[in-house]
Nanobody, 128 residues
Framework: QVQLVESGGGLVQAGGSLRLSCAAS????????MGWFRQAPGKEREFVGA????????YYADSVKGRFTISRDNAKNTVYLQMNSLKPEDTAVYYC?????????????????????WGQGTQVTVSS
């Protein structure tokens, strides 16, 4: 069974930090790009950032660039989202997603429809 499980969400004050984890199971992980998305109440799901299966290739939305960092540990089949300098507007449910394995080593998918497996989401709430 292919599965992604996020953890690490919670309530934090503005300016604080959180690290989200996403554990993958059920299919090849190391050759999949992994993405993070978020959805705030009443808004569409939006791209936050992603990492290619080349761990040195990452891409971020402008709204989080310089504050968020994505990394991966292929030995643990886990991708991380380190969030620093959090703002109230970062409040959302955060989802990780997996691109089908075997794509280009450096490719970073940014569209929702490029990912075929999704986690259940984890709530991040940033208080002002």
């Amino acid at each position: 069974q292919v599965q992604l499980v996020e953890s690490g969400g919670g309530l934090v004050q503005a300016g604080g930090s959180l690290r989200l984890s996403c554990a993958a199971s059920g299919r090849t992980f190391y050759s999949s790009a992994m993405g993070w998305f978020r959805q705030a109440p009443g808004k569409e799901r939006e791209f936050v950032g992603a990492i290619a299966w080349n761990p040195g290739s990452t891409y971020y939305a402008d709204s989080v660039k310089g504050r968020f960092t994505i990394s991966r540990d292929n030995a643990k089949n886990t991708v991380y989202l380190q969030m620093n300098s959090l703002k109230p507007e970062d409040t959302a449910v955060y989802y990780c997603a997996q691109d089908p394995p075997g794509g280009s080593y450096h490719y970073i998918p940014k569209r929702i429809d490029e990912y075929d497996v999704w986690g259940q989401g984890t709530q991040v709430t940033v208080s002002s």
